[in-house]
């Protein structure tokens, strides 16, 4: 079964992270297929929008898949490659030339933050839980999601997120200002209405105006910076306490 459904609605695409049963989590498949996808969509799509989700009604993504993560425990090389892997579907998906969407239908945590942090804009279900929880775990962001994150967010706003590592309400992320928009629901009918305040508007505008912002982002070597956070927080995933600390979330 694939990790990863694909359905293209005309006006938008649609990607959906297929793991219900393990939180939506990455694994180093979700990263093969998402990686496929977006360089695709890069290479032949004319629609205006993607929009990533994730299956069923209570996961957006949760992160990296913490049962893989811990059988890399004594692999540092592998361990590398997979957070690596990850940095580089982030930037692609940050630089895809049209408008992103995350839809963030449920637990939205860890890594699954910074995979929303690359997209554009945020609207989340008015029940989703969101937070970047690694600190409690004893590591900072490791896909470069922190990176981005600072290009997106104000500061003060951005080192609460980070720092608190709380789990906050979708309510509470709309107003430090990481969720733009909530819906009642999963009504598909609320996010078409959402894409239709900019009916008029282009693809050839809409991806105009993205180029703008990622000659910003290649002038500023974000893609290096974000491969420097990769680099500086692989060395928490080693100790102890952060091993230990997901053995306890996976108890949880």
Not at 7 to 17: D, M, R, V
Not at 95 to 119: F, M, R, V
């Amino acid at each position: 079964m694939s990790k990863i459904l694909y359905t293209n609605h005309g006006e938008y695409e649609k990607l959906l992270i297929n793991k219900p049963d393990k939180g939506n989590s990455i694994d180093f498949e979700v990263i093969k297929e998402l990686n496929h996808y977006l360089t695709a969509i890069k290479q032949s799509s004319k629609s205006k929008y993607l929009i990533l989700s994730g299956a069923g009604e209570n996961f957006f993504c949760t992160g990296g898949d913490l049962h893989k993560i811990l059988s890399y425990k004594d692999d540092r090389d592998k361990l590398e490659e997979y957070n690596f892997l990850m940095c580089e579907v982030l930037y692609k998906l940050l630089t895809l030339p049209k408008q992103t969407i995350a839809y963030l239908n449920g637990y939205t945590l860890g890594g699954g933050c910074e995979l929303a942090s690359a997209c554009d804009i945020r609207i989340a279900k008015s029940t989703a839980k969101i937070g970047f929880i690694q600190g409690k775990l004893g590591v900072p962001t490791s896909w470069g999601g922190g990176t981005i994150l600072k290009e997106k967010l104000q500061y003060d706003k951005w080192f609460t997120l980070l720092t608190e590592a709380n789990i906050y309400s979708a309510f509470q992320a709309q107003k430090i200002g990481f969720v733009h928009e909530l819906i009642k629901g999963k009504k598909v009918d609320e996010i078409e209405q959402y894409l239709s305040r900019s009916k008029e508007v282009s693809f050839e505008v809409t991806s105009t105006y993205k180029q703008i912002a990622i000659e910003k982002w290649e002038q500023s070597a974000l893609f290096d910076r974000m491969k420097k956070e990769v680099s500086n927080a692989l060395p928490h995933w080693f100790s102890e306490a952060h091993l230990k600390n997901i053995e306890n979330f996976i108890k949880k």
